[in-house]
């Protein structure tokens, strides 16, 4: 091989010997789509079963025990479930592959046109549920490593762990049945239920955003108290560099690697979790779309909805692996 050669190699040139194989980053995108196109073929897959696994036909399920037998007939052959298991499969990639997710069997709308009109609204809540949990765990998390670094205010340290473990431990829709009463029902400061105006949306929020503001912040306490002790921080004291410096502009961002991948972790956990807390405060969004599809038995309705929720929390996952690799690229070297 020649000197020429070589060089190419260990820099991992295109079109070179070793070629983008040699580029960590090539590798690391590769192994990402890989797994998420076979994240989403196993979703997809599971989303096709859901219908069949039914025990029963859901379309007389979904239409009632009255319904005409030729009625019936009539939309299953209009479902295409007189067709043999195969073929549905391969109908029902194509009909994916062009945005199409089938006829609700109830309304006989589209279901992507219902999904569309649900989704801004669910996907509104989880993020807005997302920002405030970030907005309070890292204050709270960074104002509590400060205070109790190296065991000082050991009360407080309690306090502060035993309040965030009962509060992360709480389901969000119990969250959002006690806020419904303290501040909708007995002081009338919010609206029970609905989305209709800024105010509509505190309470859904809060409910959503309690739970995973206290887990994060405990998290973010542990990294903070780990950074603190690290050498550098110990050379930034040295040179009398104020405290707000220290803790800002030193100690924070490299803190911040676990608190972004448990945050994405949660964000994922929001979205599902939308689906309870809709339904408490009447939410126009997916969620309660969900629960009402499952209540009448309109399966295509269900399939398509679940398919939506298991697309967002991969693409999210993916998002947050991208994330870290660009904020610390020896998890994308680690990788391979």
């Known amino acids: 091989m020649s000197e020429t050669t070589s060089a190419a190699v260990s820099r991992g040139l295109p079109g070179r010997p070793g070629g983008l194989w040699a580029n960590r980053w090539f590798r690391f995108a590769l192994r990402r789509t890989g797994r998420l196109l076979i994240s989403l073929w196993i979703l997809v897959t599971a989303s096709f079963l859901m219908i ?3 025990p029963g036909d859901p379309v007389r399920a979904a239409l009632g025990p009255t319904a005409p037998a030729d009625l019936v007939l009539a939309r299953t052959r209009e ?4 067709d043999p298991l195969w073929r549905q ?10 945005g199409e997710l089938g006829t609700s069997i109830t309304s006989r709308l589209p279901v992507s046109e219902t999904i569309a009109q649900r989704l801004p609204a669910s996907a509104q809540l989880a993020v807005a549920a997302f920002v405030v949990s970030m907005l309070v765990a890292v204050p709270v998390g960074v104002g509590m490593a400060v205070l109790t670094r190296r065991g000082r205010r050991r009360r407080t340290e309690l306090a502060f762990t035993g309040t965030s473990v009962v509060l992360g431990a709480i389901p969000d829709f119990l969250f959002g049945v006690g806020l419904v009463y303290l501040l909708a029902v007995q002081t ?4 029970v239920a609905g989305r209709d105006g800024l105010g509509s949306y505190v309470l859904p929020v809060l409910a959503l955003a309690i739970g995973p503001a206290a887990v994060l912040s405990r998290i973010v306490r542990v990294e903070m108290l780990a950074v603190m002790e690290a050498d550098y921080i110990r050379t930034a004291r040295a040179k009398r560099l ?17 608190t972004l991948t448990l945050g994405g972790l949660l964000l994922s956990s929001l979205v599902a979790g939308t689906v309870l807390v809709e339904n408490v405060f009447a939410w126009p969004g997916l969620g309660s779309t969900i629960v009402s599809s499952i209540t009448s038995k309109d399966y295509p309705l269900v399939q398509g909805t679940v398919l939506v929720y298991g697309v967002g929390v991969l693409l999210i996952n993916t998002l947050v692996d ?3 690799a660009l904020l610390d690229p020896r998890s994308a070297i680690g990788d391979g």
Do not use: E
């Open 52 to 54: 069949h696994l039914v």
């Open 79 to 82: 479902l295409g479930l007189l």
């Open 89 to 98: 499969y391969a109908d029902y990639l194509v009909h994916l592959f062009h």
């Open 242 to 258: 104020t405290p707000v410096r220290i803790h800002l502009t030193h100690a924070l961002p490299n803190a911040v690697t676990a």
């Open 188 to 191: 009338h400061v919010f609206p």
């Open 322 to 324: 991208v994330a870290l």
